[in-house]
């Protein structure tokens, strides 16, 4: 059967049985500085840091993890002081969800500086707490007048570039923080389950590139033991963690949070792996994905199972968040004259179809796993994306995305932007369709940001089905050119308050910024 993830959740009672029957002892390796040390003695600690997901005008979600069975307890208030703060009582964590625990926020005030805090409690005595740990976001905006700004990007230690002190760690994000977004989109590629971090990589310019490691990073992930410390790998960073206290995030995925090129029903023949069926590897996968992000779809509460969901971030913006992974059909040289299952799935485009129809916010984001017009390839005849490099009329997954296009076109939905990275360079393409073999559409943009902490490629060849133009590129002559060779990418949306107009700004880590596009409010088609 192919895998069809429901992301099922843990009940409060199954916790609890879990962190009363588990002894609370935890293995971490030693890796020096940067990695959170956990006393086995005394109260509870959250020394992984505290991270918010999809936050909206009176909801947010606030994730931790704990070194033992813990109750968690969240404090918010409109001040650092925490005057009239207001108690919320989260989940018992334990070894069930890797002690981890997310605790969802409620009527919260919309446009406002929420500060909060996180203390875990012994079960047996609530009066046993640990150091709080403290963290803040913005609530959206009720006003349009306030405008939004968010940074976008992915793809974080991939092919063998981890965490190296040498440089800081991932210090591009303190300076994504030092920006001060109302929130971050990161557009997959969290983690690379199939990628090994190695001590130390030659480079070759005859440096030595070297990675903090840990035991889960030396081999391809497997067990779900080893998908939840891929997960935690990243969270060893202090940037990464100081990164999650201020600023929320917007979280989906592509294909190395169970490995690279994954469809629902593939069987592999890799000799790293002892499990073959893609499907056992991409449960364990979305069960410590789910453990690792505050995603609200995912959330017990939430009663939905899903990765793909709308996060609606005032009457400026929605964000389209898709999963072009879990529904898809398996790889393939993407020549059928007839496809409904696409890259999206029938049940998820006619979603996506209702959602846009019925947002009115000036602009609409459709944050996407992977481009639509530029040709990734999977082995010498099959295709990993949309585009197939015919450039002729849709085929394969192009017939679904010609659907949604045309839908788009034809009920007159305004201010859609793309947003993906995956393919480690930065670009900006326009889509025309009188440049299209398929022309029944409204012209749009795609920008493309990433690789966050990875090896950069050269720029992908664009398929002329959908008339990209390639208006701007930012791509290395030769394939995974490491962080210490080249700047990282990530890039910025700025809507502004009072015109409505939408800046896309790529930028590149130093403070660069690369290209920039205005967009206006209220059309159809840019």
Not at 163 to 176: F, K, L, Q, R, T
Not at 209 to 216: G, M, Q, S, V
Request: with cysteine.
């Amino acid at each position: 059967m192919s895998y069809r993830p429901r992301f099922p959740s843990l009940d409060r009672r199954g916790v609890l049985r879990g962190s009363l029957a588990a002894s609370a002892a935890l293995t971490l390796p030693v890796v020096g500085a940067a990695a959170p040390a956990f006393a086995l003695s005394g109260r509870p600690r959250a020394a992984w840091g505290v991270q918010v997901g999809d936050v909206t005008a009176s909801s947010a979600l606030v994730w931790v993890r704990s070194d033992r069975p813990a109750r968690m307890v969240v404090e918010t208030s409109a001040t650092e002081s925490f005057r009239r703060a207001r108690t919320w009582h989260g989940p018992l964590v334990g070894p069930g969800t890797d002690f981890t625990g997310t605790t969802p926020l409620y009527g919260l005030p919309p446009g406002e500086q929420v500060h909060y805090r996180v203390a875990l409690a012994d079960p047996a005595d609530p009066r046993r707490t640990g150091e709080p740990v403290y963290g803040t976001f913005r609530t959206a905006p009720a006003r349009r007048r306030d405008g939004v700004r968010f940074l976008w990007s992915g793809d974080i230690a991939g092919q063998g570039w981890g965490i190296n002190p040498d440089i800081g760690g991932y210090a591009v994000y303190e300076e994504m923080r030092r920006l001060d977004p109302d929130f971050f989109l990161c557009s997959g590629d969290n983690i690379y389950a199939d990628g090994v971090i190695e001590p130390s990589v030659n480079l070759p310019d005859g440096r030595v590139w070297r990675n903090i490691t840990t035991e889960e990073k030396s081999k391809v992930a497997e067990t779900l033991a080893e998908y939840r410390g891929n997960f935690r790998y990243n969270l060893l960073d202090e940037n990464v963690r100081r990164f999650n206290a201020q600023v929320p995030s917007i979280v989906q995925w592509d294909d190395h949070e169970v490995r690279n090129n994954w469809y629902p029903g593939q069987i592999l023949d890799d000799p790293r792996y002892t499990e073959k069926n893609v499907d056992v590897l991409a449960a364990r996968s979305t069960r410590a994905f789910r453990e690792y992000f505050p995603v609200s779809t995912l959330h017990a509460s939430s009663g939905e199972g899903r990765m793909h969901r709308v996060v609606r971030h005032g009457p400026l913006l929605d964000v389209f968040v898709l999963d072009m992974r879990s529904f898809r059909n398996a790889n393939s040289p993407g020549r059928q004259p007839d496809d409904t299952t696409g890259i999206l799935g029938a049940e998820q485009l006619g979603w996506l179809k209702h959602e846009l129809s019925r947002s009115r916010a000036v602009w609409k984001v459709i944050a996407a796993d992977m481009p639509l017009g530029l040709v990734v390839t999977d082995g010498a005849t099959d295709f990993e994306a949309v585009a197939q490099g015919d450039p002729g009329a849709p085929l394969g997954r192009e017939l679904q995305i010609a659907e949604l296009l045309r839908y788009i076109k034809h009920r007159r939905i305004t201010g859609t932007v793309w947003l993906t990275a995956d393919v480690h360079y930065t670009s900006a393409q326009h889509y025309e369709p009188e440049r299209a073999a398929f022309k029944d559409f409204a012209p749009f943009w795609e920008f493309v940001s990433g690789p966050l902490a990875a090896g950069q490629f050269p720029a992908n060849t664009l398929d002329a089905t959908f008339g990209p133009d390639r208006v701007f590129v930012r791509a290395p002559e030769r394939a995974n050119v490491s962080p210490m060779e080249t700047p990282q990418f990530f890039g910025e949306v700025d809507i502004d308050g009072h015109s409505g107009e939408l800046t896309v700004r790529l930028r590149a880590q130093g403070g660069s910024v690369l290209f920039s596009k205005v967009l206006q409010p209220g059309r159809v088609g840019q």
